[in-house]
């Protein structure tokens, strides 16, 4: 098999598409030569805009790998215990409002 290279190797369907391309806007009084050069023209700018485009992908591909393999921060727990005044109050409060209740209810019904 004989050694291409990279300019070789374009694939038929970018042929294809390049003369169709080229065809189309073909002008009255153009050479088949003029055409065959428009259409190589169109298959260079085929294959320019692929190669950006996989570079532009390969590269939000290794940006995606790339956070993806980042570890993860745990967050930090705290082991000490802060006890705050005013949230250790309320309980208290209500409790004893509670058993007040209570003993007021019992006294209450003892002599009614």
Do not use: C
């Amino acid at each position: 098999m004989p050694n291409q290279t990279k300019k070789e190797k374009v694939s038929e369907k970018v042929k294809e598409d390049a003369i169709k391309i080229a065809r189309a806007t073909q002008r009255p009084g153009q050479t088949k030569e003029q055409t065959k050069l428009i259409s190589q023209g169109i298959q260079k700018g085929i294959e320019q805009y692929k190669k950006q485009h996989k570079e532009k992908a390969r590269e939000l591909d290794k940006r995606l790998k790339a956070e993806l393999n980042k570890p993860v921060a745990e967050p930090s727990v705290n082991h000490t215990i802060e006890v705050d005044a005013t949230n250790n109050t309320l309980p208290w409060v209500l409790l004893i409002i509670s058993w007040l209740g209570f003993a007021a209810y019992f006294i209450i019904e003892k002599y009614v």
